[in-house]
């Protein structure tokens, strides 16, 4: 099965994002273009913080959020917490959201998470 091409997002990604996130949670509030635009900035300029997608072709197809949260316990390393995990209806049952995961588990390992939640 082709799992596309796994990566950290960047800010030309945010539409498919939105796009996902409607899919995630279609109650939410409709954030305009100016007001989705800062909140993206903010989540891709927030140190710790790494929004993971797979893109098929030109669509992102399905993504997570990772968040390494700092820490004094655990012999001062950090953990590792993954949110917002959605792939794109038509995109499902094609490994993806596992491609996801498994690309976000690799990033905490590597920044020395000594867990990582779900």
């Known amino acids: 099965m082709s799992h596309g091409v796994v990566r950290e997002a960047t800010r030309e990604d945010l539409a498919g994002i939105l796009a996902l996130y ?5 109650n939410d509030p409709v954030l305009s273009l100016v007001e989705a635009s800062a909140s993206w ?3 891709l300029s927030s140190p710790g913080v790494l929004v993971i997608v797979a893109q098929l072709e030109s669509s992102i197809a399905s993504s997570c959020m990772l968040a390494i949260v700092p820490n004094i316990a655990h012999g001062g390393r950090p953990f590792g917490i993954v949110e917002h995990v959605i792939t794109a209806q038509i995109h499902r049952r094609r ?9 976000a588990l690799g990033l905490a390992w590597s920044r020395n998470c ?3 939640v779900l």
């Not at 409607?22 to 279609?26: A, F, K, T, V």
């Not at 490994?95 to 690309?103: E, I, P, T």
């Open 22 to 26: 409607r899919e995630l949670r279609p």
């Open 41 to 43: 900035d903010r989540v």
């Open 95 to 103: 490994g993806l959201a596992r491609s996801v995961l498994a690309y």
């Open 114 to 116: 000594y867990k990582v």
